[in-house]
């Protein structure tokens, strides 16, 4: 009789945690390769010096895609020549500059070819709805994919974040402040995910919440500035002077073989529907992305 009502009893929490639900949606980076997402205003010289280790030291090639960035910053004299000082300034020698807003010219040979020999991408921040404007679904699109295939690196801060997400996060083309715009569609170099970057910084700590609440099989990440993530298959670790936000639509725990939710507070096993909880992690933590817990 103990046996019956047992069952009984989780059959009826299962019930109650999957109705209204979506099913989980699995997370996965890339197969080979990495990926190092940053939440904005890269200056941190470890970081760089990560990237530059990614790609396989200084000989690595290096593209740099900054369409992103408004024409009226970006066509400034000087403007790409200091973008390549930039990192030539951090250990790369070998830097190929990567450009243009018409899918058109994104989808020939001739365009692509710097990404066949590329061992790292980088994304430049600004606005994340001008790169999937200009790549998504295009050739270039497919090239990216074959540099992680060969085991390279594909960088990126602020919009260069978002990017590399499925869904676009702020990929309104009026304004920034609008979560689910009239871009949605992200690179999906990180699979069912939606990335937001400036994290506390800008106080958008409970902006993704929009998000997630419409899409709840997604996991969401936010990025404090300065503050990156490096993805390698199912896992991410943090890098950086701050922290990384980790928001998971999925409110039923106990029904997947995970870890507590929260380390600090293990009674809390089990987050509610329309729950306002997300997780900090900080420098060194490892977060597993396939089964949604962290690492202890």
């Known amino acids: 009789m103990k046996r019956f009502f047992l069952i009984l009893i989780i059959g009826l929490l299962i019930q109650s945690c999957t109705i209204?639900?979506?099913?989980?949606?699995?997370?996965?980076?890339?197969e080979n390769g990495s990926l190092?997402?940053?939440?904005g205003n890269l200056s941190s010289p470890a970081i760089y010096a990560k990237f530059l280790e990614l790609a396989g030291g200084p000989d690595a090639n290096l593209v740099i895609i900054p369409t992103a960035i408004a024409d009226e910053s970006l066509l400034v004299d000087g403007a790409m020549d200091r973008m390549v000082a930039n990192f030539k300034s951090h250990g790369f020698k070998n830097i190929e500059i990567l450009h243009t807003r018409n899918p058109e010219e994104a989808n020939t040979a001739e365009f692509v070819k710097p990404l066949k020999t590329a061992n790292a991408v980088y994304f430049m921040g600004g606005r994340q709805w001008r790169i999937a404007d200009g790549f998504l679904n295009t050739l270039a699109h497919k090239e990216?994919?074959?540099?992680?295939?060969?085991?390279?690196?594909?960088?990126?801060?602020?919009?260069?974040?978002?990017?590399?997400g499925s869904y676009l996060a702020r990929g309104d083309t009026?304004?920034?402040?609008?979560?689910?715009?009239?871009?949605?569609?992200g690179l999906s170099f990180l699979k069912n995910?939606?990335?937001?970057?400036?994290?506390?910084k800008?106080?958008?700590?409970?902006?993704?919440?929009?998000?997630?609440?419409?899409?709840?099989?997604?996991?969401?990440?936010?990025?404090?500035?300065?503050?990156?993530i490096i993805v390698k298959g199912d896992t991410f670790e943090v890098i950086g002077e701050s922290f990384v936000a980790v928001y998971d639509g999925t409110f039923c725990q106990f029904v997947r073989d995970k870890e507590d939710w929260s380390i600090e507070?293990?009674?809390?096993?089990q987050?509610?529907?329309?729950?306002?909880?997300?997780?900090f992690l900080g420098e060194g933590r490892v977060y597993d992305l396939k089964n949604r817990k962290v690492i202890k």
Do not use: W
Not at 20 to 30: D, H, L
Not at 151 to 164: L, T
Not at 265 to 269: D, F, N, S, Y
């Open 36 to 39: 190092l997402i940053i939440g």
């Open 271 to 279: 987050l509610p529907q329309d729950s306002d909880r997300f997780y």
């Open 265 to 269: 507070r293990p009674e809390i096993t």
């Open 174 to 185: 009026q304004t920034n402040v609008v979560m689910m715009g009239d871009h949605e569609e």
């Open 144 to 164: 990216l994919f074959k540099v992680l295939d060969r085991g390279g690196v594909i960088g990126g801060s602020s919009a260069g974040a978002s990017i590399q």
């Open 193 to 200: 995910t939606a990335i937001d970057q400036h994290l506390l």
């Open 202 to 228: 800008l106080n958008r700590q409970f902006d993704v919440f929009e998000i997630i609440r419409t899409h709840p099989e997604l996991l969401g990440l936010g990025l404090d500035e300065n503050t990156g």
């Open 20 to 30: 209204g639900q979506k099913k989980e949606a699995t997370v996965c980076g890339p």
